[in-house]
C-alpha cells in the first residue's frame, strides 16, 4: 500500500509541476506589473514545491517501496531520466533569482528578460522528453542482462 501512496503522490506532483510551469509560461509578459509578477512568484513556489515533493517521491521509490535499488542504477535511461530532471532544476534557478529579486517590487512595470521566457521554454521542452524515458523504463530498455 505504502508503494501505491508514493507513486500517486509522484504522479501528482508531475502533473503539478507541468501544470505550474505551463502557467508560469503562460503569464510571464515581457512588461509586467509587480502584482501581477507577484502571482508567478508564487506559481514558480508552488512549481519549487512540486519538484521537491518528485524528488522525495522518488527517492522513496527507487530505495524503500519500489524495485530493488539496483534496477534503477544499473539502468542508464533512469540516469538520462534522473539527469534531465536536475538540469531542468538547474536551468530554473535563473527565473526563480529573478522573480525573487522583484516581487516586493513598487515599481509601476517590470521588464522580464527574454532570457527568463526562453529558459522556462526550453524547461517545458526537456520535461517533455522525461515521459518518454519513464516508458521506456516501463517497458524494459536499458536493463542489461
Known amino acids: 500500500m505504502s508503494y501505491v501512496i508514493v507513486k500517486y503522490l509522484h504522479f501528482i506532483g508531475i ?11 503562460v503569464q ?20 519549487g514545491i512540486s519538484a521537491g515533493v518528485i524528488l522525495v517521491t522518488g527517492l522513496l521509490l527507487a530505495f524503500a517501496v519500489g524495485k530493488p535499488s ?9 540516469h538520462a531520466k534522473v539527469t534531465l530532471f536536475v ?13 525573487l529579486r ?9 521588464s522580464v528578460p527574454k532570457s527568463i521566457i526562453m529558459v522556462i521554454r526550453l524547461e517545458i521542452l526537456l520535461l517533455l522528453i ?14 542489461s542482462g
Open 87 to 99: 538540469l531542468i532544476g538547474l536551468l530554473s534557478i535563473h527565473p526563480t533569482l529573478f522573480l
Open 102 to 110: 522583484h516581487r516586493n517590487s513598487t515599481a509601476a512595470s517590470i
Open 130 to 143: 522525461i515521459p518518454l524515458l519513464a516508458v521506456l523504463m516501463a517497458r524494459g530498455i536499458g536493463i
Open 28 to 47: 510571464l509578459k515581457a512588461d509586467m506589473s509587480a502584482e501581477a509578477l507577484k502571482k508567478v512568484a508564487l506559481i514558480d513556489l508552488i512549481y
Open 70 to 78: 539496483a534496477f534503477y542504477m544499473t539502468n542508464p535511461v533512469f
Open 15 to 25: 502533473l503539478v509541476l507541468a501544470s505550474s510551469l505551463m502557467v508560469e509560461h
